[in-house]
């Protein structure tokens, strides 16, 4: 597996603004992925987070609203952006490890945002 | 995109049954299929990963996979009241991304 690690654990915060959620491992890995689990819910990825490169983001996600940064193999930034109590979710990262035929993703603790 | 299905449960069992958690999914060109375990107020973790037809198993843990009919399970032996949390049954979509079930609530009664 890998050791993940993300800042803040949890934050609350007031409409309008932003927060940007850290995510550190501790080794260099290829792909890196951001996901939201809202309250009750199962997770649904936001994007594929890629070196070198702006993100790749799925169907209902936008970079205006959510834009990733990945400077390095370690470390990547996602940003909640002009927040709306909608936004309240658990925010996680994850990073995929090869295992012979096939990749096995291991999540971060993740950040859980209030928004008011 | 792949849908995966699970029963939201919750799943009663008393400590020391097998708990039976299954999945199914609609894309039959799925190769690699993983069960995570999240307990309340935490982040999933990865507790088997299957790729192959057949049974794998790990510990107190079985993964079964029959390809044909689209569906993956998850035995739990000797279940204990610390096996109590949601599994998640997740499957790779190209681009190594997973799309998740809704998960299954699983309970073990002491």
């Known amino acids: 597996s890998a050791v993940i690690s993300q800042k803040p654990s949890r934050d609350i915060c007031q409409r309008g603004t932003s927060l940007t959620i850290q995510c550190q491992v501790d080794?260099?890995?290829?792909?890196m992925f951001w996901y939201r689990q809202q309250p009750g819910q199962s997770l649904t990825l936001i994007a594929t987070?890629?070196?070198?490169?702006?993100?790749?983001?799925e169907s209902g996600f936008v970079i205006d609203k959510f834009p990733i940064s990945r400077p390095n193999l370690t470390f990547s930034t996602l940003t909640v952006s002009n927040m709306s109590p909608e936004d309240s979710s658990i925010y996680l990262c994850?990073?995929?490890?090869?295992?012979?035929?096939?990749?096995?993703?291991?999540f971060g603790p993740g950040t859980r945002l209030t928004v008011l | 995109q792949k849908e995966v299905e699970q029963n939201s449960g919750p799943l009663s069992v008393p400590e020391g049954a097998i708990a039976s958690l299954n999945c199914t999914y609609s894309?039959?060109?799925?190769?690699?299929f993983f069960w995570y375990r999240q307990y309340s107020g935490k982040s999933p973790e990865l507790i088997m990963s299957?790729?192959?037809?057949g049974d794998k198993e790990d510990g107190r843990f079985t993964a079964q996979l029959n390809k044909a009919s689209q569906y993956v399970s998850l035995l739990i032996r000797d279940s204990q009241p610390s096996d109590s949390a949601t599994y998640l049954c997740?499957?790779?979509?190209?681009?190594?991304?997973?799309?998740f079930g809704a998960g299954t609530i699983l309970r073990v009664k002491s």
């Open positions: 994850s990073v995929a490890r090869r295992r012979s035929s096939y990749n096995e993703q291991f």
């Open positions: 080794s260099q890995v290829t792909m």
């Open positions: 987070a890629n070196q070198g490169s702006e993100a790749t983001y």
């Open positions: 894309d039959r060109v799925s190769q690699s």
């Open positions: 299957i790729y192959s037809n």
């Open positions: 997740a499957v790779i979509e190209y681009g190594n991304k997973l799309v």
